[in-house]
């Protein structure tokens, strides 16, 4: 019996012209695992390479997507590792049982029509296809144009004071890991970053689920 499933799908940006010396796949494998083991209670199927620069994974709710979609986010800039990603979050059909030990031997319309976003996404630049199957998805998609307008501004060179904010907004904290030696330098720093802002899209978005 066919049956509507929250399904998450991405894939590597521009993976032909990240430098191989920098052994993007492990790392990318390595994503993959820290994800399902952090929200195994929330999987339905774990997120899964299939194509070598993509990953699918279906989850058991709309809110969980997003938890997951913001996780990876914060682990890559976390990591500094040199990839970023693009996703499809869809809500559809799957004709096929759900593999509860890997992602495949599934189909279905909704798992088509999340791997046709992607290549969608690659053709106009955008980073999200939203499909929900909601009132919301005009609101989410406009939410996360605004959340990568954000992210766009962050350079790689910056991820480790990025996550140290995103994980401890303290100043004190931050000068004690010798990222900064005065006050002022963070709260500077951050107000670059649009720290505050990021952390309110993200809210918004997670409030809107």
């Keep these: 019996m ?36 952090e929200f195994k209670n929330q999987i339905l199927s774990p997120l899964t390479i299939t194509l070598g620069d993509e990953f699918q994974g279906i989850v058991k709710g709309p809110k969980s997507l997003f938890e997951l979609l913001f996780f990876l986010e914060e682990s ?73 307008s954000i992210k766009s ?9 990025i996550s140290a904010f995103l994980e401890n907004d303290d100043y004190k904290n931050l000068k004690k890991m010798g990222l900064y030696k005065t006050r002022s330098g963070p709260w500077k720093k951050r107000k670059t970053l649009r720290i505050e802002e990021y952390n309110i899209i993200k809210n918004i978005i997670l409030n809107i689920l």
């Design 2 to 37: 066919e049956q509507g499933y929250n399904i998450i799908m991405a894939d590597i940006i521009s993976s032909r012209q990240i430098n191989k010396k920098d052994d993007f796949m492990r790392q990318f494998k390595e994503l993959t695992h820290l994800v399902n083991d």
């Design 76 to 148: 890559i800039i976390a990591n500094q590792y040199p990839f970023k990603l693009r996703y499809s979050l869809v809500y559809g059909e799957i004709d096929t049982k759900i593999n509860e030990e890997i992602a495949y031997e599934m189909y279905g319309p909704g798992l088509t029509m999340a791997r046709e976003a992607l290549k969608t996404l690659k053709e106009t630049g955008d980073n999200y296809f939203i499909h929900l199957n909601s009132t919301k998805d005009v609101q989410l998609s406009l939410c996360m144009k605004l959340y990568q």
């Design 153 to 161: 501004d962050w350079k790689n060179s910056d991820y480790k004071i």
